[in-house]
């Protein structure tokens, strides 16, 4: 990995440096040991989801608060989230072809750090209130877009070193203790204060908390690649990937141009199961239509799933370490689950398959990038990221409006066509699985 302030194409580490041709792989003394490097990007994880999550909690009611309509809340906060994925098409393969992994990786963290906090200035700006609002909320989900591709790409090295799986379920266990903490935060701030904006303005501590703790890692760790176990004796550390051609250079990264044919198969495979997982505002949506859940209730459901998720993560990121991509056979079958239970007329029901909906999130979130790291090298692991994420984000698009528009008609059909795509999925992961054995990639 390069130090953020090095651009495309600058050269080498001076020899002697960490990384630099003819150095040793790593010091011999003052390094973090891998593990608690893991458990420090957990750490800023888990600040930095407690700032977003804690606002995407009550992004509806805010917009609304500023006169937003229900067109306007759905086209913001769905823009948004497709942006969140989408856009790392773009960041992916700017990290690799730069080198700036670091650089990339402060600057998204800081724009959901600055962006949140501000919102709560939207309600004293009089009619620029929701234009204001809009542009902030898109921005931070852009942060997200910025940084996970260089951040997945910085942790796969370190996690190399413990067990991908078991670092990477680590790392979104605290993840996701940060969004299950967030929410409630939030809701307590608001129950106090009897206004939204206060809340947001609580969530810049922990968002300044966030920022800090990457600096120290930062410093602490400027390559991480050190840890790789993978990497060859005597080799630079520092990998950047070539710049290619302009913006025909540019536009192949993007569209994955030499990534191995396993990732495309596996990239189809995980954007089936996200877009076959129901949104959990079609859930949210049924408790509350058919009764089952009154309204305030929610978001406490809410967190329980995400409580849920984070002891999936950190459960299966062991079971994956010793068994291997084959865990994840478990996600189609999980997702397929999802709506007869969730979306059923019954309200215990319904709750177990909200459970389950954590269950498959937090096995998908967590060791779906663990084997990314293994099918993709590490020069080209963030440009991988992108083009996954961004494959993930137009099923998720598709997929959204496809189960919103058969949830209106026929709740059998919607089950169906979930199951006939979770069948697809199973199908394909079991193909990048088999061939990784049969084929084993150099990471």
Known sequence: MSDPTAGAGSAPSAPGAPGAPGAPSAPSTGRWSAWRVV????????????????????????????????????????????????????????????GRYWGLTIIGYGLTAVCVPLLAVTPFVGG?????????????????????????????????????????????????????????????????????????????????????????????????????????PNTPALQVSPAGRGLRGWFADAAGAGLPREFFGYALAAGLMTGGLVTFGIIGYHLTVEGLLPVATVPLVYAGAMGVEALAALAVGLVYDRRGGAVLYAVPVLVACVPPLALSGSMALSLVGVAVWGLAY???????????AEVVEAPRRATAYGVFAGVQGAFAIVGGLVAGWLYERSLPALVGVVAVSQLVALVLLARTVRSLRRHPHPV
Not at 40 to 58: C, H, K, N, T
Not at 138 to 155: D, Q, Y
Not at 362 to 372: I, P
């Open 39 to 98: 458990w420090w990007f957990g750490f800023v994880s888990l600040a930095a989801d407690m700032v977003y999550e804690g606002a995407r909690s009550i992004y509806g009611p805010l917009l609304a608060s500023l006169g937003a309509t229900a067109v306007v809340v759905g086209l913001v906060t769905g823009a948004g989230e497709a942006m969140a994925l989408v856009l790392r098409l773009v960041f992916g393969p700017l990290a690799d072809r730069t």
């Open 128 to 232: 620029a209130g929701l234009v204001l609002a809009a542009v902030l909320i898109l921005l931070e989900r852009s942060g997200k877009a910025v940084r996970s591709p260089s951040k997945s790409a910085l942790l796969a090295h370190v996690a190399s070193a413990v067990g991908r799986g078991r670092g990477f379920g680590v790392h979104k266990a605290l993840d996701q203790v940060g969004a299950f903490a967030g929410p409630l935060l939030v809701a307590g701030v608001i129950a106090a204060t009897g206004a939204i904006w206060p809340s947001m303005a609580v969530l810049a501590i922990h968002g300044t908390a966030a920022m800090l703790l990457l600096a120290v890692i930062r410093s602490r760790v400027p390559d991480p690649s050190v840890y790789d176990v993978a990497a060859a």
């Open 362 to 372: 937090g096995v998908q979130d967590s060791t779906v990038k663990a084997l990314v």
